[in-house]
């Protein structure tokens, strides 16, 4: 959650942090908060509660700070409830330590303690604000420099024990003792023209260009700034001054860093003339499958080698356990159906938040596939440890090179979605997808249970996805009709068989994110086990039906409905006319193979979420109480 920008150079910092915020306003949007000084002058910092333009007016667009050194900060409230005294950046009493903060301090309470009893007062609710004057305290105790007071218990712990010290020791010293996940970014009173960051399981990028240093928590933040960026590894420190950034290890040792190209178009994260992100997405949904398919073809052919899998290895593979959250833990339930038909090996799907607490039982032999679109994804990240711990072969499924999760999986599947920014998330997830299908159809191969004949026109399925995709987004104008006739429904539930079933755990989903809707979906088949009672006169229940083994029973299942007053809406395959019978209002997808069949299903699903949420005057791309990336637990 969260974002973070810093800012070091010869140009004013608040407009750089204020257009760096723009680009993460995604990850929060509840405040917003900057720090900036110049040379030795002293800091000042601005707050504002609510959405980055509060912060941008009462500054006058940056214009009102002079400085060339600067953090910035927008928030997702955890601790605390939205509010200007709870908006980053915090300070300590007398300004020593100016910080923000991205994560959860899970012993925050106990510090705070610590610190009232050492004659502290906190005028915020936040866990950030007692990071700040924890290493305030330190600071001023133990004569140690800033890196060495950080790395105890979150940037100062153990601040300042020799006049000589190197501040590295102290930083190392925090980072060990600190419960929970954090970015931090930080400026110390003594040391004005540095920013101090370290980080523990909460993403943050560095970027260095011709005498500036940037720091965020996301690319796009700084992608018109700069192209070259250091990723700042889990438990390390870094000090930044103008055009240089130097890393340190817990043994407080300098550590040597690769500088990383992005290669990302810098527009690929502008709305290209669309009026909101999540439509612009949607849109490029054609183009995310397509890349991510053909990164996995040569010849016209699967090759799993450039992900890391050899053929050998997917012979001896015996389980496959699939993790995620969210809408990735929806494509990984898609991804069970087709595996186990194609591939004919047991497939578990798990949610993250659940995986380590139920101490599972993992075959050694099996694969953890964990599937994220920012690779930061804290339950997901823990899972994946969970399972590396065990011994046990992990693949990733995600869209950010550089991410905590691809760095830390034994092998990486990358989705080419390019940067996504509406909270609602749809291109990565149809990306997710392509994924799924493509290890279902190289195992089923590999492991000899999908003929020459199917493996060929599976393939040629697949490579007909994006155009297939591409004419029901042309075709959206019938769905924002039907979407503002129910715009103010109270409850809307979607059934389905199978994929189908999936299928409306996403729309779902995307629905409740983006309208507020009270939505369920249910498992056609359990409707009479107790959820039918739910349906009233007028109640929008929509049904997916798309798999022809399927489809005769969910329509007995959507006449249940309708015969207790349900207003029914169908979708289903180009062909299965006899739904209009049934359904008040019914849109098509193309034929295609029904193992792909989600691919095109969501596609109206999403659309139907937008347009509600359309009609209803909402925030599409910036939901309530929702963030991007979810990076706490």
């Known amino acids: 959650m969260c974002g973070i920008v810093g800012y070091i150079g010869c140009r004013q910092a608040a407009s750089v942090l204020l257009d760096g915020l723009s680009r993460l306003e995604y990850r929060g949007y509840d405040s917003a908060g900057m720090a900036v000084r110049s040379g030795g002058s002293d800091v000042v910092v601005v707050k504002a509660k609510g959405r980055l333009k509060a912060l941008s007016d009462k500054t006058d667009a940056g214009r009102m700070l002079e400085g060339t050194c600067g953090i910035g900060h927008t928030r997702w409230a955890t601790h605390g409830e939205p509010s200007e005294l709870n908006a980053h950046p915090h300070i300590s009493d007398d300004c020593a330590v100016v910080g923000v903060h991205n994560g959860i301090i899970e012993n925050y309470q106990e510090i705070r303690e610590k610190l009232i009893k050492n004659g502290y007062t906190f005028y915020s609710d936040t866990d950030t604000e007692v990071a700040v004057k924890l290493i305030d305290h330190y600071y001023k105790k133990y004569n140690e420099g800033p890196l060495d007071a950080m790395a ?7 601040y300042k024990k020799d006049a000589a010290a190197d501040p590295v020791k102290a930083l190392s010293r925090a980072m060990v003792r600190i419960r929970g996940s954090y970015a931090l970014a930080l400026m110390f009173k003594d040391y004005p023209e540095e920013i101090f960051a370290a980080r523990k399981d909460s993403p943050m990028i560095i970027g260095v260009e011709k005498g500036e240093t940037y720091i ?3 690319v796009p933040a700084i992608l018109k700034y700069t192209r070259n960026v250091y990723y700042i590894g889990n438990m390390e420190i870094a000090r930044l001054q103008q055009g240089t950034a ?11 860093k690769e500088l990383v190209e992005i290669t990302w178009n810098a527009e690929a994260a502008e709305k290209a003339g669309f009026e909101h992100f ?3 997405e949607i849109h490029e949904q054609p183009k995310a499958v397509r890349d991510t398919l ?8 699967l090759d799993l080698s450039s992900v890391g899998l050899t053929e050998s290895e997917i012979g001896r593979i015996s389980q496959i356990y699939i993790v995620a959250c969210g809408s990735a833990y929806h494509a990984g339930v898609v991804g069970q159906y087709v595996i186990e ?14 995986f380590r607490y139920r101490d599972p039982i993992l075959d050694p032999d099996g694969l953890v596939i964990v599937i994220s679109q920012s690779g930061e994804t804290a339950d997901t990240l823990a899972a994946l440890r969970e399972a590396k711990q065990r011994g046990i072969k992990t693949l990733a499924i995600v869209n950010v090179v550089g991410s905590s999760i691809a760095r830390e999986a034994d092998k990486i599947f990358y989705t080419l979605a390019g940067p996504e920014i509406a909270v609602a998330t749809t291109k990565a997830y149809s990306a997710q997808l392509i994924a799924c299908y493509a290890i279902a159809v190289e195992f089923g191969r590999c492991r000899q249970t999908v003929s020459d004949v199917d493996y060929k026109r ?3 399925e697949l490579a007909v996805l994006p155009t297939k995709i591409n004419k029901i987004i042309e075709d959206k104008e019938r769905l924002q009709w039907f979407a503002a006739k129910h715009a103010n429904a109270k409850d809307i539930f979607f059934i389905g068989r199978g994929i189908d079933y999936a299928v409306c755990l996403e729309g779902s989903l995307k629905l409740k994110e983006i309208s507020y809707i009270h939505s369920e979906a249910y498992a056609a088949g359990e409707l009479k086990h107790g959820t039918i009672s739910l349906i009233e006169d007028g109640t929008l229940v929509v049904s997916v039906l798309t798999q022809p083994e399927l489809y005769e029973k969910t329509l007995s299942n959507l006449v249940e409905v309708k015969s207790r007053g349900a207003y029914c809406m169908g979708l289903t395959t180009v062909g299965n006319y006899k739904i209009e019978d049934t359904a008040e209002f019914v849109t098509y997808i193309p034929q295609i193979e029904p193992c792909f069949a989600a691919s095109l299903a969501v596609v109206p699903l999403q659309l139907l979420s937008y347009y509600i949420s ?3 005057g909402l925030d599409v791309d910036k939901p309530r109480n929702l963030a991007k990336s979810v990076t706490v637990e």
Do not use: C, H, P
């Not at 130097?246 to 040597?256: G, P, R, S």
């Not at 053909?294 to 052919?301: A, E, F």
């Not at 497939?347 to 938040?353: F, N």
């Open 278 to 280: 999540m439509m612009k």
């Open 152 to 158: 105890v218990k979150l940037v100062d712990y153990y």
């Open 294 to 301: 053909n990164s996995v073809l040569k010849d016209g052919l």
């Open 458 to 460: 599976y393939l040629e």
């Open 614 to 616: 359309l009609a209803r």
């Open 246 to 256: 130097t890393f340190y290890n817990l043994d407080k040792e300098e550590i040597d």
């Open 341 to 354: 038909k194609l591939a004919r090996v047991s497939v578990r799907v798990e949610l993250a938040s659940e």
């Open 216 to 218: 965020a928590s996301d």
